[in-house]
């Protein structure tokens, strides 16, 4: 590395070499030390910051950015506290306005969410299939119907191995059924026809082939679900059309073009697959950015911070609505989302927008107060969406219900799993984790919580999202695959995670998926009012105040600049949950209370 | 309105951490010897003091209540104090049946909770399987004073500062530099959603979040762009790794060289307006007109990096003590200027008021 000589940097770091010599002889970080806010002199108010400080402090807080130079000449030109006072408000005011602010929040959201990557619960990035899209693809350079948009067989699928008669087959169907593109892209008598697709409303794209004839069934089967397929040898994977009659449905609303939806662009093979986190706009970048995007908007738009948990709406822009309405599509229940509609009014793809889940997946319900118990009913029209414990990127984030259930509590109730002390018994391991074995010491607070995430379950390799004991996905006959197969080895019966009786489930086999807690189980010193799944979890969030506690030691911490120190401030906790929930618990207003505060303004 | 100079501001929090790390210096933490066996369960119900309970309680709580937990009640005898023993949500004192600690123990909460949860304190002493009794607890409670003197609070209207965060650092000493993405990166194709680049060169100290779009096509300056920023702080969350918001030996040995990188980059940069907006590089230290302008240049400087109008001893301080000090042999100002110029953005850029807010 170029740097300077090593003599002219020694007495650069003048300035900061004291404070690394006691950074090192230390053991804490003294900025964040509980000990380092009070070695400040107050007494006579000089620790106050000069307005440009204040201003500077204003602009990294709520912008992450420092002021102008103009703007400093402005405050250095207030001639009095009064005139400093208005300039700081007006700051504060234009902040807090702006879409910087908003994209800070983004930022905030990550942290605050702990996002993720999805590929833990989900297909990994060779394997990411467009949002479950059947594939269709331009007629190749040189073929009479250059450009037209067609279902072809998949190169991929040639790698099948072949069946004893030398035929290869997909789903039991010989794969040139569907024809290769050459065949078609060629052939004079194919039939083409103008489509409005869904990724462009108001325009037409060419098809060639059945992609365009609107089939929704073909030979009795489902062409909205299609079929995954994936092939080993070249570590790809496809969605398959169901049959050789199927199209792209309505408006194309099965497909995307390519799996990769990046288009017009560079030629198909070089684009980037829309699995990499890389791609801005990106379907799988855009699950990533989902939760702090809704995080942000809730903050921006001064909706109640609850609704984080409560809320039965998110943020999508085009693409991953799109992964929404393709998620619920595999249920053959959702075949009314064909005409939907959803895609209309959409002038620019990349907008994120307010949108509720149900209007996307039909099985992430509106009803706030739905209750559903399988040992008494068959199957439940769905689980009732809650803002981010719903959204698809941390559903994959967090996959598995113990994992959802641990993450949600550290951030949403601040909850800190410990180590229990040395030589405490425990009760031989039995059936039930939460109650004997030493992992009960953090299990008897995980399994009530994970109850509510029950039914939430991916299949690993083609990344599809059931919704357990709905529709499609009520508990197969023949136990093969995740999840299902780990839900059967999870779910045990009369268990903390399962409480329901053997019998129950010989009743009926989806009593396996119970998600709410019974009167003898609480979470949180609370049993909560029934609602089943995550939104009965986010209830119990926020009726047992931990859900607020932990918040206002959160945004204290973002916007003042210091960890609440919990051993010796517990009533000023309590007295920011006061201020926090008068507020309706919107973040903006608490915001400018914090800024308010002596603490935002001493310092150096 | 305060009036001390930067030199005061800067003394006085190298004063402050100085004093923190005298406190914190050894950094142990303190163990508890257990309780005397003439103070266990199964005699008289003997009278216990603050500590003993302390003592007795914690083998069952600390768990989930010591350090580092959401309600760290157990995590000393101060904390202890604090949060159950003068908390009147938790302790009624001389009411033990009316104090919400017995009712938790003992399974009769009205929140429905149970300590420890779906075990209970009172069932666990029953079986001889705790270090104090209940009717210990109680008779404690009973004859338990009010606090004398007060207990420990914070100064919550004292100083807090924080360092920035990876995203501010950088940002910030970017635009104060006149430096853009372009002085680091060339483009190298890909498309508009996911544009490719390649560094420029590794040695100034490219800087790039791994959670960004985008790729950096070379491998090495993938790496070194996505671990400089890692050093800074973070975050890496596609790779499961928080932010670290610590101003410690990690973030401070890659932010020297770092600093001094960039000031190297912006003192180079043909017509760097932002960073030379009242002088030039050739402006000479040797003529009147010309120390006028390099002053008023590094008051500039000092207000844009620091937030904070300079006082005449500041200034003198960085035109003698780096300034001049660091003149370099030459035939033209330019040449002699160059290495001055970046050690007083150094200088600057390594200030503990540039680094803090």
Redesign the interface.
């Known amino acids: ?4 000589p090593i003599q ?2 020694r ?3 003048k ?2 070499l ?3 010599l ?19 002199p ?1 007494q006579d ?9 204040l ?3 204003v602009y ?2 709520l912008l ?4 102008s ?1 103009d703007a ?2 402005a405050m ?1 030109a207030a001639g009095s ?1 009064q005139a400093r006072d208005l300039l700081i408000q007006r700051a504060i005011d234009d902040a807090l306005s702006s879409d910087r602010f908003q994209e800070q929040m983004v ?1 905030f959201g ?2 605050y969410l ?4 999805s590929a833990f619960g989900t297909a990994d990035e060779s394997s990411w299939t467009g949002g479950l899209a059947i594939v269709v693809t331009p007629c190749p350079t040189g073929t009479r119907h250059v450009g037209k948009l067609g279902i072809f067989r998949s190169p991929q699928l040639d790698l099948l191995p072949p069946d004893g008669d030398g035929v290869i087959r997909y789903a039991g169907v010989p794969i040139t059924t569907w024809g290769d593109s050459v065949s078609i892209c060629t052939s004079s008598s194919a039939q083409t026809r103008a489509v409005e697709p869904w990724w462009a409303p108001g325009t037409t794209v060419q098809t060639i082939g059945r992609a365009g004839t609107g089939a929704v069934t073909s030979g009795g089967r489902d062409c909205g679900r299609g079929e995954y397929v994936f092939v080993e040898d070249n570590r790809h994977a496809h969605i398959f059309a169901p049959d050789a009659g199927c199209s792209c449905g309505p408006n194309l609303i099965y497909c995307a073009v390519g799996a990769r939806y ?1 288009t017009p ?2 030629p198909l093979e070089s ?2 697959a829309d699995g ?7 379907q799988r ?1 855009s699950a ?1 950015e989902e939760p702090a995007r809704l995080f942000a908007h809730v903050i921006q738009n001064d909706k109640p911070f609850s609704d984080l948990v409560l809320g039965d709406y998110t943020v999508v822009n085009q693409k991953l609505q799109h992964l929404y309405v393709r998620l619920a599509r595999m249920n053959n229940d959702n075949q009314a989302l064909d005409g939907s509609h959803w895609w209309q009014g959409i002038s620019n793809p990349n907008d994120w927008r307010e949108v509720p889940f149900s209007a996307m997946h039909p099985n992430l319900l509106s009803d706030r107060n739905y209750h559903f118990d399988p040992r008494t009913a068959a199957a439940p029209a769905g689980i009732p969406s809650a803002g981010v414990l719903t959204t698809l990127g941390q559903l994959g984030s967090f996959a598995r219900e113990r994992v959802s259930a641990a993450r949600w509590l550290q951030i949403f ?4 799993f ?4 040395a ?3 425990f009760p031989p391991l039995d059936r039930d984790l ?2 004997t074995g030493q992992c009960s ?1 953090c299990h ?2 995980i399994d009530p919580a994970a109850v509510f995430f029950k039914r939430l379950g991916y299949n690993p390799d083609s990344g599809e999202l059931y919704i357990g004991g709905t529709g499609s996905w009520r508990w197969p006959e023949v136990v093969v695959g995740d999840p299902f197969l780990r839900w059967n080895n999870t779910f045990v019966h009369d268990t903390v995670l399962t409480p329901v009786s053997e019998s129950d489930i010989g009743r009926n086999p989806d009593a396996r998926l119970i998600d709410f807690l019974l009167p003898q189980s ?1 979470l ?4 909560g009012d029934g609602t089943i799944g995550p939104l009965g979890f986010g209830k119990i969030l926020v009726e047992s105040g931990e859900f607020d506690r ?1 918040a206002v030691q959160q945004l204290h911490e973002r916007f ?3 960890p609440i ?6 009533e ?1 906790v309590d007295t920011l949950v006061a201020k926090f929930v008068e507020g309706q618990r919107r973040v903006k207003p608490f915001i400018r209370y914090l800024l308010a ?3 935002f303004r ?3 | ?2 009036s ?1 100079t930067g030199s005061e ?2 003394q ?3 004063a ?6 005298a ?5 142990g933490t303190g163990t508890y010897s257990w309780l005397d066996q003439g103070t266990n369960p199964g005699g008289s119900v003997a009278r216990l003091s603050n500590d003993e309970v302390f003592r007795g309680l ?2 069952s709580c ?3 209540h ?1 350090a ?5 009640s157990f ?2 005898l ?2 202890f104090e ?2 159950i023993v003068y ?1 009147s949500g938790m302790v009624t004192i001389g009411a033990p049946d009316a104090s919400e600690l017995v009712r938790l123990l003992e399974r009769t ?1 009205g ?3 149970t300590m420890p ?2 075990i209970g304190f009172g069932d666990l002493a029953a079986r001889g ?1 705790t270090q104090v009794t209940m009717a210990q607890i109680r008779r404690w409670i009973s004859e338990l004073q009010p606090r004398s003197g007060g ?15 990876a ?2 650092a950088v ?2 000493l970017k ?2 530099l006149g430096l853009t993405e372009e002085d680091f990166l060339a483009p190298a194709g ?2 508009p ?2 544009p490719y680049f390649r560094t420029l060169d590794v ?1 100034n ?1 490219p800087v790039r979040a791994p ?5 950096i096509t070379d491998y090495y300056g993938q790496t070194v762009a996505g671990q400089l920023f890692l050093s800074l702080g973070g ?1 890496n ?4 790794r ?2 670290t ?5 990690g973030f ?1 040995q890659i932010w ?2 770092l600093s ?2 960039w000031c ?1 980059t912006a003192v180079e940069k043909p017509n760097n307006s932002v960073f030379f ?1 009242d002088a030039s590089l050739s402006d000479s230290s040797d003529s009147t007109a010309g120390v006028q302008r390099i002053r008023n240049n590094i008051a ?1 400087l000092h ?2 990096m620091l ?3 300079p006082t005449d001893v500041d200034v003198d301080d960085l035109l003698n003590s ?1 300034f001049l ?2 003149l370099q042999p030459g035939s033209s100002p330019a040449e002699r200027n160059k ?1 001055p110029w ?2 007083v953005c ?2 600057l850029a ?4 540039w680094l ?2």
Not at chain 1, 45 to 53: D, K, P
Not at chain 1, 114 to 117: E, K, R, V
Not at chain 2, 237 to 240: E, G, T, W, Y
């Open positions: 590395m170029k740097c300077l002219m940097r007495d650069l770091r300035h900061l004291p404070v690394c006691l950074l090192v002889a230390s053991c804490a970080d003294p900025l964040q030390s509980p000990t380092a806010h009070s070695a400040a107050l108010g000089s620790a106050r910051l000069s307005g440009t400080r201003l500077r402090r990294l807080t992450g950015k420092e002021p130079t400093y000449v250095r506290d930022t990550r942290d702990q996002s993720g990557p990046d662009g560079p684009q980037p990499r986190y890389t791609m801005a706009n990106g970048r990533f109730a601040c909850y800190n410990t180590a229990p002390p030589g405490e018994q939460s109650a010491h008897r607070v609480s949180l010193g609370r049993s932990c003042i600049g210091r120190d919990l051993t010796t401030e517990r000023f505060q002596d603490a001493n310092g150096l | 309105m305060r001390e501001m800067r006085w929090l190298l402050s951490m100085g004093l923190i790390g406190t914190l210096f050894g950094c914690t083998p600390e768990g989930c010591g580092g937990a959401s309600i760290p995590s000393s101060a904390a604090n949060l908390n909460s929140t429905g909770r949860p779906n399987q207990g420990t609070t914070a100064a919550r209207d004292a100083v807090t500062l924080r360092r920035k965060t995203e501010q940002e910030t635009d104060q890909g498309t959603n996911e040695e100290y959670d960004s779009t985008g790729i975050p969350l596609l790779n499961n928080k932010r918001k610590v101003l410690g030996p401070l020297i060289p001094q990188a190297r907006r500039y207000l844009r937030g904070e109008s780096i000090h660091y290495v970046i050690a150094a200088a390594q200030d503990p008021l803090t807010y």
